[in-house]
């Protein structure tokens, strides 16, 4: 039974590029929380989404960020145009409902912008 | 929208307790968490309170007061391993989706 899988695990792009960060949810489960977490801080929520759908997506950039969570495949966190300010950790989690007892977290893929 | 604060950091000695204390104001409430992340890693969980009182597991306790819009977190017995930073996360209520708004974490270093 294989937890949420993130990868990569680590991405070094250079500014001006593109990131793509891949999250495949426990299976089964529907719901797939996006959160960043820079050095030193707590984790942010970015974006809420269920199969085919963005819930919530108050909490990340209007510019340069998208999320989708096809019907087939894995969550996409796509960044456009990479800035040094988007280096970070991205965490996704998922959870059946949305109102289970925990979310369960992938291990992150940690972009780094030279 | 939700404001969560816990101390940045606590330094105690192997084999102590130390309490953790989180403090928020929400406009929505449906369970309070606290997971706890090693450096590098991904957080993971490990306590969930949504009705007052004490749950306890293991040597990890977590107390929640909806009132007071107070939790802690208490680690006994500690060892070396807990070192690491404790996470206070609050759920919105399901209208807001349900989603985890987090304090900034509290960094734990055990002596021995």
């Known amino acids: 039974n294989a937890g949420v899988m993130q990868n990569p695990r680590h991405l070094v792009r250079r500014r001006g590029q593109e990131a793509r960060l891949r999250c495949s949810p426990v299976?089964?489960?529907?719901?797939v929380y996006w959160y960043r977490q820079l050095p030193e801080e707590g984790l942010k929520f970015m974006v809420y989404l269920q199969k085919e759908n963005i819930i919530d997506e108050s909490g990340m950039p209007k510019e340069r960020f998208s999320a989708e969570f096809p019907k087939e495949g894995p969550s996409i966190l796509r960044i456009q145009q990479v800035v040094r300010g988007d280096s970070a950790a991205y965490f996704c989690?998922?959870?059946?409902?949305?109102?289970?007892?925990?979310?369960?977290f992938g291990q992150g893929t940690r972009l780094t912008v030279v | 929208g939700q404001n969560i604060d816990q101390p940045t950091e606590m330094t105690a000695t192997e084999g102590a307790i130390v309490q953790i204390n989180c403090t928020y104001q929400?406009?929505?409430?449906?369970?309070l968490f606290w997971y706890q992340q090693h450096a590098g890693e991904a957080p993971t969980f490990l306590s969930y309170n949504v009705l007052d009182g004490l749950e306890e597991k293991g040597r990890f306790s977590s107390f929640l007061s909806r009132s007071k819009g107070y939790s802690y977190l208490l680690l006994k017995e500690l060892q070396m391993k807990d070192s690491a930073s404790y996470l206070c996360a609050v759920r919105d209520g399901e209208a807001a989706g349900n989603k985890l708004t987090f304090g900034g974490g509290t960094r734990v270093l055990v002596k021995p």
């Open positions: 989690a998922s959870s059946p409902s949305g109102r289970g007892t925990e979310a369960f």
């Open positions: 299976k089964g489960h529907s719901h």
């Open positions: 929400t406009s929505g409430f449906n369970g």
